[in-house]
Antibody
Framework: EVQLVQSGAEVKKPGESLKISCKGSGYSFTSYWIGWVRQMPGKGLEWMGIIYPGDSDTRYSPSFQGQVTISADKSISTAYLQWSSLKASDTAMYYC???????????????????WGQGTLVTVSS | EIVMTQSPATLSVSPGERATLSCRASQSVSSNLAWYQQKPGQAPRLLIY???TRATGIPARFSGSGSGTEFTLTISSLQSEDFAVYYCQQYNNWPPPIMYTFGQGTKLEIK
């Protein structure tokens, strides 16, 4: 069974740093892109960025470029999302998801998100 | 940036009836569209990709249609477990840069 298991909820103060994780299992972690999606309280879904664990190729949404860092450690099948200085407006649920798409003989395009991790709730409050 | 607009924001339907949800793109995305279902307190779940292909394990009562800028998700006979929020997402990433956008969601509630 393909699974993405995310790290637990975090409560932080403004200005603190944070790194949350997403561990994949049940598939070849290095062969599929992983995406990160934000959902602010009571709101919709926003794409943040994607990473290809095979070579750490990373792409960011313009809205999140420079605000977060996405990384991966393929040796432990884990992707990360990190902040260097949190703000109250970073309070949200954060999801990781494997990305699927149409495949050529050599690679698969990152198109849709499936499956999703269970989410990590990040609360930033003084 | 391609903007995805879903309508209506809230749809009230009785169990057993048909529900039709709409998603419009600000420019053509061909058939590069997915639908997701999100229940309270849960992560989203993929329903449809390629505008009309059901994901693995998705019941046949869910169907997707459309191409270009107009898309529809139809649930043919609503079951109690179908009441949730539904999102569309475009992935028209050629030419680059890679960019994904979601609609704002349609809440499907029991009438």
């Amino acid at each position: 069974e393909v699974q993405l298991v995310q790290s637990g909820a975090e409560v932080k103060k403004p200005g603190e740093s944070l790194k949350i994780s997403c561990k994949g299992s049940g598939y070849s972690f290095t062969s599929y892109w992983i995406g990160w999606v934000r959902q602010m309280p009571g709101k919709g879904l926003e794409w943040m960025g994607i990473i290809y664990p095979g070579d750490s190729d990373t792409r960011y949404s313009p809205s999140f470029q420079g605000q977060v860092t996405i990384s991966a450690d393929k040796s432990i099948s884990t992707a990360y999302l990190q902040w260097s200085s949190l703000k109250a407006s970073d309070t949200a649920m954060y999801y990781c998801a494997r990305m699927l798409g149409y495949c050529s003989s050599t690679s698969c395009h990152p198109n849709w998100f499936d499956p999703w991790g269970q989410g990590t709730l990040v609360t930033v409050s003084s | 940036e391609i903007v995805m607009t879903q309508s209506p924001a809230t749809l009230s339907v009785s169990p057993g009836e048909r529900a039709t949800l709409s998603c419009r793109a600000s420019q053509s995305v061909s058939s590069n569209l997915a639908w997701y279902q999100q229940k309270p307190g849960q992560a989203p779940r993929l329903l449809i990709y390629g505008a009309s292909t059901r994901a693995t394990g998705i019941p046949a009562r869910f169907s997707g249609s459309g191409s270009g800028t107009e898309f529809t998700l139809t649930i043919s006979s609503l079951q109690s477990e179908d009441f949730a929020v539904y999102y569309c997402q475009q992935y028209n990433n050629w030419p680059p840069p890679i960019m994904y956008t979601f609609g704002q969601g349609t809440k499907l509630e029991i009438k």
